[in-house]
């Protein structure tokens, strides 16, 4: 029996691209490929103030993202979207020990969503072409999305290494399981 395909999707919502995030177009367009593909999607949505309020428009997904019918919704308000959360016991009650990771924020959300299941042993695939974020003070956009991609292909867990790849490189290892 070939592995259960897992797309995890971190914070595509209205409220959060209200501030622009790089390559949006293409990033929902491969998110789109691999929610299509997976057998299970789970959207993490991030509730708060601001204009994240639940059930607010700033709530909602993002109208282009393609929701497959059974998909799981996880509300969370913290950017690690295992804190305060039903994630974990989501992804028990599930059998899901492995998952693709994709979304926004890079640097935020996706970053400590990624080190925090990590590190509770699920095995964890970054779509590398999959996430954005917005420009900082600090950084523009796409270094941030360069230098965490680079760092969580160097991420050290030696029982557990996590695995970053583009999404066609995802989807053709699919079709082969």
């Known amino acids: 029996m070939s592995e259960k395909r897992v797309v995890m999707v971190i914070d595509m919502q209205q409220g959060v691209f209200a501030t622009p995030r790089l390559q949006r177009e293409l990033c929902v367009s491969r ?103 917005a420009d900082r003070a600090a950084a523009p956009a796409e270094t941030l999305i360069n230098h965490y991609n680079d760092v969580w292909s160097d991420f050290i867990a030696p029982a557990n290494p996590p695995e970053v790849k583009l999404t066609e490189t995802i989807l053709a290892s699919w079709k082969t399981n």
Do not use: M, W
């Open 31 to 133: 998110i789109n490929q691999l929610t299509q593909a997976a057998d299970t999607v789970i959207f993490i949505q991030h509730a708060g103030p601001g204009g994240l309020e639940e059930g607010s428009e700033g709530f909602a997904l993002l109208p282009e993202l393609l929701q497959p019918e059974g998909a799981f919704y996880v509300t969370k308000t913290a950017c690690d979207a295992f804190y305060g959360t039903g994630l974990e016991a989501l992804l028990r009650e599930q059998g899901i020990d492995r998952f693709v990771i994709c979304g926004c924020a890079t640097d935020y959300c996706v970053d400590a969503t990624f080190k925090n299941g990590v590190s509770r042993g699920y095995h964890i695939t970054v779509a590398k072409d999959a996430h954005t974020t």
